[in-house]
């Protein structure tokens, strides 16, 4: 919350045109959107050639006949000016010669254009004039960014924001056929100059386009799928990808990027990216069916982030037909290839219940879920929040009913599960054309069913009206054992991070952790090996936990991230902190070495909010008698 209240009141100090609708917009072309499919330039022997320029033009960053904004764009001379900004794509080796025009009456910063190894420098071009430089770089995915006013890239904000375009630099060989996703956030202060007053608001965009508006990917079962991923917004991104876990092959900046050798990859369904931070990414498909990529910034995919509009359709339908999603999200049909194996074992029987409770949160609900225990279902007020912990068995189908008891509809997904994908949870998206999952209706069900195929640390949560739900206390940790084990809460430690009520005016943007703001001391015994599970499921936040006492940080072990087991190479000792964005889990083993007292220090990133966790380790002789003092 507070990287919201930050950059809204950067958006309001920084200057911004009112935003026409699109036919006010005379003499404004309209700015074309850029897949990043075709490299910039030209090549000649061992150089290529891009010429740029820069120009303001009407943008469309939902429907092509929806609302628009005026915005500055970059362009290849001759061409039309695109958001993103044109990709410059090369082989390693080659030399990069750019030509920057400025037609502006305002000098023109671009950064990113820079021998690479090497400090960065920026070109400062003036009104009217032009500027040549030229660079070369490793293999990587990094881009470059424009300011008109002299701005950070975290301060860069309306009609600014876009003017950013990837730079590519492939390997030997010949090229991977990848594809580019760009990041771009635009923030708007309010417009005095409309009647009433034009509310802040922001343009959520990937490749210049916010969901439900974003391309459409169309992919085949068992294909290999290569996505370079770039953070040129001012704020820091979890993205997540349902249904498959992809392998992280690189992680960079603007400024420079590591390419991952064999035993530095890992997989992951969810990752934090910085500010102006870069990733590339490759996974299989192995399930047909529509899946979803998107920022777990629960604000980030919220429709109230849609631009204003006197057209808009506001209804309740309208928006259970973007999956009550907009912004930082992609989409994803999988086409069947060959026979599909189905599986007929006799599931596990679950019965899980959505409840609620007046009043939890001052004059707001409490909303949790409740899994039955014996023949009686839960009584309808039971709220726990979070949930206990859903523990399935790996192989073993499991057939989750799932009991909606409020009064507005739900859906759940099964955060990292790698499942088909019609009980993956994503309303009016989720299964296959034709076949599509709605909602779990108001005091309706609905049956999960699913083989999980590995052991790990997951999540269940809310999968609609994020910003109401999840806040309000529906998750829980869902953990998976190997056949045979059985859930020892003794040697397995839970800390998951969630919210503490639903946001209003500024109240409860608070976290908790494992329900509580004051947790109970946990107690463990020296020498002792132990599994924690950190999980970060607070939709506003990214927290960090350290681990330690006042003056040293302990040292753990990591064994798993999102779920998935780490390399070798990897599950190294080391000092016990993580930063997490909400959507990932991570899983270390701890062995505490002596008695005495130990602070498992959760708090967010930025100032916000922390929660200290006391940690009692006592001497092994008294393990019979631990938790009776």
């Not at 329900?515 to 090996?529: F, H, N, S």
């Not at 930063?579 to 002596?594: V, W, Y």
């Amino acid at each position: 919350m507070l990287i919201k209240l930050l950059l809204a009141t950067l958006a309001v100090l920084l200057p911004s045109r009112p935003q026409p609708a699109a036919h006010e917009a005379d003499g404004l072309a309209r700015v074309a959107i850029n897949d990043n499919r075709r490299a910039a330039g030209s090549l000649s022997g061992a150089t290529q050639t891009v010429e740029l320029t820069i120009g303001r033009a009407q943008w469309f960053p939902e429907a092509d006949d929806g609302p628009s904004v005026e915005a500055l764009a970059f362009g290849e001379v001759g061409k039309e000016l695109s958001i993103p900004g044109p990709m410059i794509r090369v082989m390693s080796g080659t030399r990069i010669r750019v030509t920057i025009s400025n037609p502006l009456s305002d000098t023109l910063t671009v950064h990113g254009l820079f021998d690479r190894p090497g400090s960065p420098r920026a070109v400062a071009v003036a009104p009217g004039g032009r500027q040549q430089v030229e660079f070369t770089a490793p293999e990587g995915t990094y881009f470059y960014w424009g300011t008109t006013r002299g701005s950070s890239l975290g301060a860069r904000h309306a009609d600014e924001s876009q003017l950013s375009g990837a730079i590519v630099v492939d390997g030997p060989g010949a090229r991977r056929r990848d594809r580019v996703f760009i990041i771009g956030i635009r923030l708007q202060r309010p417009d005095s100059t409309a009647e009433g007053v034009l509310p802040f608001h922001e343009a959520m965009v990937i490749n210049g386009k916010s969901w439900p508006h974003t391309e459409r990917l169309d992919l085949a079962q068992g294909d290999s799928v290569f996505w370079r991923v770039v953070n040129a917004s001012p704020a820091p991104h979890p993205m997540h990808l349902h249904g498959f876990y992809f392998r992280v092959d690189s992680r960079g900046s603007w400024r420079a990027d590591t390419v991952y050798t064999p035993d530095q990859r890992r997989p992951a369904v969810t990752e934090l990216m910085y500010q102006g931070s870069t990733f590339s990414m490759a996974f299989v498909p192995t399930q047909p069916g529509n899946w979803v990529f998107h920022c777990h910034f629960a604000f980030h995919v919220s429709p109230d982030r849609s631009l204003p509009s006197d057209n808009r359709d506001t209804s309740e339908h309208a928006h259970s037909k973007r999956g009550h999603m907009a912004g930082l999200v992609m989409g994803m049909h999988v086409a069947p290839r060959g026979p599909q194996v189905v599986n007929r074992a006799t599931p596990r029987e679950v019965q899980l219940f959505v409840n609620t409770r007046p009043r939890v949160y001052r004059d707001r609900p409490g909303l949790s879920f409740i899994e039955q225990v014996g023949a009686a279902a839960p009584a309808p007020d039971s709220a726990l929040a979070p949930g206990k912990p859903l523990v399935l068995t790996m192989g073993e189908r499991v057939r989750i009913r799932v009991n909606n008891r409020l009064s507005d509809p739900t859906a759940i997904h099964w955060h990292g599960i790698e499942l088909e994908s019609f009980p993956d949870g994503v309303p009016d998206w989720s299964g296959m054309p034709g076949n599509l999952f709605t909602s779990v209706p108001a005091n309706g069900s609905f049956d999960a069913v699913f083989t999980p195929p590995r052991a790990g640390t997951f999540i269940y949560h809310s999968h609609l009206n994020e910003m109401n739900q999840i806040m309000s206390g529906m998750f829980g940790p869902l953990i998976v054992l190997p056949p045979g084990q059985k859930f020892d809460p003794e040697l397995d430690k839970i800390f998951l991070v969630g919210a503490a009520g639903p946001i209003n005016d500024g109240e409860n943007d608070m976290g908790t952790v494992n329900g509580e703001r004051d947790p109970q001391p946990v107690d463990l015994v020296a020498g002792r090996t132990y599994r924690f599970r950190m999980i970060n499921i607070n939709p506003e936040w990214r927290v960090q936990f350290t681990l330690g006492t006042d003056t040293t940080v302990a040292t753990w072990r990591p064994v798993a991230k999102d779920g998935a087991d780490l390399p070798e190479s990897q599950r190294t000792p080391r000092a016990a902190f993580l930063l997490t964005g909400p959507g990932e889990t991570a899983d270390f083993e701890f062995t505490p070495a002596e008695p005495g007292n130990l602070i498992l220090d959760v708090r967010t990133r930025l100032s916000g909010w922390n929660v200290p966790v006391l940690l009692r380790v006592h001497p092994e002789v008294r393990q019979a008698t631990l938790g009776r003092d």
